[in-house]
Every structure is written in C-alpha cells, then in structure tokens.
C-alpha cells in the first residue's frame, strides 16, 4: 500500500498539462486495489516499473503504461494474468486503451515510436509458446494506434 501511495504522489506531483493524464491512471490502480481487497481482504501493490511514461505518438509528450503484470495482490499470486499475459493499459491524451500481452517494448524505426507487444502464440495462429509480435504505430490522422491486428477494447 506504501507503494501505491508513493506511485499515486510521483504521479500527482509532475508539473505540466499532462497532469491530467493521471487521471485514468490513478482508476486503473484504484480499480485493481479494490480486486484485490475484494479477494479475501488482499494488500495490494503497484511496485516501480508498474506505470511507466513513455512517448508513445511522437509528439515528444510523454503518455503511461500501465503494465497489470508488475501488480501484486497478497491473497493471490495471478489475479492480473498468467501464461497468456497480462492487462497493458495505455493512457493517451486522457483515453484509455486495453491490450493483452505477454511482454512489452517500444523501438523506434524511421524516427516513429513503435510499441511491440509479445502476445501468446495462439495470436497469431500457433501454440502458446510460438513466438508472436504486434506492432502499434500511432496515427495522427486517425487518433489511434495501427496495425494489422482489429482494435483494442475501449
């Protein structure tokens, strides 16, 4: 709960528009502490690493991930995923945008940031364990991220 605390303060206290950006962010966390309390009366923490900002459209404006993987529950060790992945929340001009995935990582290629995703295998039409990758381009035009995948829920 300290950490909870200690993330939801960092949050609060960055000095700029984005602000508002947090939010969704602080839902999100509020939302898995209640899931938590509601199996047994479990602690939750959201330890470092568990919401990271990180420019994901190229603006130069920094947006957050909320990444369910990094969360702990102490009356369960995998309420927020397993073998399949995790929840990733992506937080972007107050918007909130759902993937699952098993890992996450953002490169750049041809000066855009691209968010790959590490999904399970049965994603893309092998088994659990076969390698599989989404990539997430974000669009100006279109205020949502591209790929060849269908959308992410809303």
């Given amino acids: 709960m300290i ?8 949050l609060a206290g960055s000095a700029s528009a984005e602000v508002t950006l947090t ?6 966390l509020d939302e898995a502490k209640a899931d938590c309390a509601s199996l047994d009366g479990g602690v939750f ?3 470092e690493g568990t919401v990271a900002r990180v420019d994901l459209t190229g603006d130069g404006i920094v947006e957050f991930i909320v990444d369910a993987s990094k969360f702990v529950c102490s009356t369960s060790a995998s309420y927020w995923g397993g073998t399949g992945g995790s929840q990733l929340s992506l937080v972007i001009d107050g ?5 699952f ?3 996450w990582k953002v490169v750049a290629w041809n000066e855009a940031p691209v968010l790959l995703l590490w999904l399970n295998g049965g994603e893309c039409g092998g088994a659990g364990a076969d390698p599989c990758i989404e990539a ?11 790929s060849v ?5 809303e």
Avoid: G
Wanted: aromatic share 10%; proline share 7%; with cysteine.
């Fill in 45 to 47: 923490e959201a330890p």
């Fill in 3 to 10: 950490r909870l605390a200690a993330c939801l303060c960092l």
């Fill in 149 to 153: 995948r269908p959308d992410a829920s």
């Fill in 101 to 103: 995935a098993q890992e």
């Fill in 136 to 146: 997430l381009v974000w669009s100006d035009f279109n205020k949502a991220f591209m």
């Fill in 23 to 28: 939010d969704p962010v602080k839902a999100i």
């Fill in 95 to 99: 918007k909130r945008m759902d993937y």
